[in-house]
């Protein structure tokens, strides 16, 4: 039984490119969950999504940034013109269903660098 | 809106001593509460979670917690540590126990050195 799957690991783009992480969640998870982890800090909740649509983005930037999870596919959290701030650790995690104080299983993480 | 503070960030100890990794909370609703280990350059590994019950919750490793609600605690310890211990740990709240996500709130993490 595979783990939260992601991809790229690793990730450089230079400033004004875009980038595109991907996450496969758990077999059988239906719900989604994106974080960021900035140098020297805990990880931040970004965005919870379920099968075709977003239930929580508080945690995301109103600009530039946007989460998908289509209904066939990997969730998508895309970075459009990336600046040197963008740069960080962004984890995937997913659970089966919510509620009751459910487990939810990270991925091994994107890191991405912008020079 | 829920905080979580980890009070040391670095812990330097000695390869079979004992640790204690320190978290206090936040809240002001009933909260679900984790510990989250993460190695060099890769994910969270769940250690163990308090949901109810035995305020003690034993987990993987060799590691266990108490929760305090007094205190709004919820400490980490493992009586004797492995160089493999050496690695980062994440204390993390869960707002919302009656559904709605298991959106997580992390604080700040503690670097766990074991030494020889």
């Known amino acids: 039984n595979a783990g939260v799957m992601q991809n790229p690991r690793h990730l450089v783009r230079r400033r004004g490119q875009e980038a595109r992480l991907r996450c496969s969640p758990m077999k059988g998870h239906s719900h989604v969950y994106w974080y960021r982890q900035l140098p020297e800090e805990g990880l931040k909740f970004m965005v919870y999504l379920q099968k075709e649509n977003i239930i929580d983005e508080s945690g995301m930037p109103k600009e530039r940034f946007s989460a998908e999870f289509p209904k066939e596919g990997p969730s998508i959290l895309r970075i459009q013109q990336v600046v040197r701030g963008d740069s960080a650790a962004y984890f995937c995690?997913?659970?089966?269903?919510?509620?009751?104080?459910?487990?939810?299983?990270f991925g091994e993480g994107s890191w991405l660098t912008v020079v | 809106a829920q905080s979580v503070t980890q009070l040391d960030s670095q812990v330097p100890v000695f390869e079979e001593a004992p640790v204690e990794l320190r978290c206090n909370y936040s809240?002001?609703?009933?909260?679900?509460l984790f510990w989250y280990v993460q190695y060099p350059n890769q994910g969270l590994q769940l250690l163990l979670k308090?949901?109810?019950?035995?305020?003690l919750v034993k987990g993987i490793n060799g590691f266990e917690a108490e929760f305090n609600k007094s205190q709004t605690s919820f400490h980490l310890r493992k009586p004797s540590v492995h160089i493999s211990d050496t690695a980062e740990y994440f204390c993390?709240?869960?707002?919302?126990?009656?559904?709605?996500?298991?959106?997580?709130?992390f604080g700040k993490g503690t670097k766990l050195t074991v030494n020889p």
């Open positions: 308090y949901l109810s019950g035995s305020t």
């Open positions: 993390a709240v869960s707002p919302s126990p009656q559904g709605g996500s298991e959106k997580l709130v």
């Open positions: 995690a997913s659970s089966p269903n919510i509620g009751g104080g459910n487990t939810i299983y």
């Open positions: 809240s002001s609703v009933s909260v679900y």
